[in-house]
Nanobody, 129 residues
Framework: QVRLVESGGGPVQAGGSLRLSCAVS????????VGWFRQPPGKEREGVAV????????LYRNSVKGRFTISKDDAKTTLYLEMRSLRSEDTAMYYC??????????????????????WGQGTQVTVSS
């Protein structure tokens, strides 16, 4: 079993920055895909950024490319999402999630896939214009 706990969300003005953290109880042995998802108000959950266990295959949603950066610290078992130049449309509940035994795929950025079996409880990001 893997537990994930997000933190770092909050209110921010448009153009500002935030760094989200996701404390992971343990990263699994072997292959996995880990990443960030978000659910804007009234919309379905969507992928934001994902990466594989060896820090490769970093994939980003088109709307966040160049503004968001995903990273992880294996020693601290923590996943991060650095968000810059925030926009009102980035307002959402942000979740981290992990898919054991899976390669990261572009399709993961379209919606929250069933492959991600472990999820955090979410942290709210609210961007005001």
């Amino acid at each position: 079993q893997v537990r994930l706990v997000e933190s770092g969300g909050g209110p921010v003005q448009a153009g500002g920055s935030l760094r989200l953290s996701c404390a992971v109880s343990r990263f699994p042995e072997g292959l996995y895909c880990v990443g960030w998802f978000r659910q804007p108000p009234g919309k379905e959950r969507e992928g934001v950024a994902v990466m594989e266990e060896d820090h490769t295959s970093l994939l980003y949603r088109n709307s966040v490319k160049g503004r968001f950066t995903i990273s992880k610290d294996d020693a601290k078992t923590t996943l991060y999402l650095e968000m810059r130049s925030l926009r009102s449309e980035d307002t959402a509940m942000y979740y981290c999630a992990l898919a054991p035994g899976k390669l990261c795929r572009n399709s993961y950025l379209q919606k929250a896939p069933e492959d991600f079996t472990f999820w955090g409880q979410g942290t709210q990001v609210t961007v005001s214009s």
